[in-house]
């Protein structure tokens, strides 16, 4: 079974600094893998996602992301946060279809509350 | 526009009462899932549906029900046995290999 870790809870950032989120996987097989990001009360928005293809994933908001296969790693970054950013962010990982698992289960981390001060 | 539609977006539940969460959608999406989120835990599937009339439990079932009679909906029953049910409820829906999409979600509370 797959698993998803985030490695920090809350991270602390000063307005138009850069900010990295850190989520790490684990998986026997083939992944497709998603950030999200959920502002108070309110359900959870695609930020962006790797599928196939290159390993440098742009986003929505000016976020970005990498895949590394060999560090199991999908990193979520922004060169300069504002205030607007302030969310809390979900990596999630699903298998690929036709790696033998079920392709409907998606695994979320339990989160990373970013907090934008000015 | 299409998307997933949750409601009510608050809900009340006296003890020993079932309630029935609404969800539905309009993207045509085969597989829906039922999620509850609380502090720090993130997302804990309960229950989803990868067609009509099927259904599988998720990692956190017991004392929660659910019915797939149509595509577009996908109801979620909290049963009296849930002994904690307050919690932040997420309706999600997607197609193969596909990002998922969800609805605004219900905040359940006991009176």
């Known amino acids: 079974a797959q698993s998803v870790t985030q490695l920090d809870s809350q991270v602390p950032v000063f307005e138009e600094a850069p900010v990295e989120l850190r989520c790490n996987y684990s998986s026997s097989v083939s992944v497709y893998l998603f950030w999200y990001v959920q502002y108070p009360n309110q359900g959870l928005q695609l930020l962006l996602k790797y599928l196939s293809g290159s390993t440098l994933v742009k986003g929505i908001n000016g976020f970005e992301a990498e895949f590394n296969k060999s560090q199991t790693s999908f990193h979520l970054r922004k060169p300069s946060v504002h205030i607007s950013d302030t969310a809390e962010y979900f990596c999630?990982?699903?298998?690929?279809?036709?790696?033998?698992?079920?392709?409907?289960?998606?695994?979320f981390g339990k989160g990373t509350l970013l907090t934008v001060n000015p | 526009d299409g998307g997933i539609t949750q409601s009510p977006k608050y809900l009340f539940r006296k003890e020993g009462q079932n309630v029935t969460l609404s969800c539905e959608q309009n993207l045509n999406h085969d597989a829906m899932y039922w999620y509850r989120q609380d502090p720090g835990q993130g997302l804990r599937l309960i229950y989803y549906s990868q067609i009509v009339n099927d259904f599988q439990k998720g990692d956190i079932a017991e004392g929660y029900s659910v019915s797939r009679e149509k595509k577009e909906s996908f109801p979620l029953t909290v049963t009296s046995a849930q002994k904690n049910p307050t919690a932040f409820y997420l309706c999600g829906s997607r197609e193969y290999n596909q990002p998922q999409h969800f609805g605004d979600g219900t905040r359940l509370s006991i009176l």
């Open positions: 999630a990982v699903s298998l690929e279809l036709n790696s033998g698992g079920s392709n409907y289960k998606l695994t």
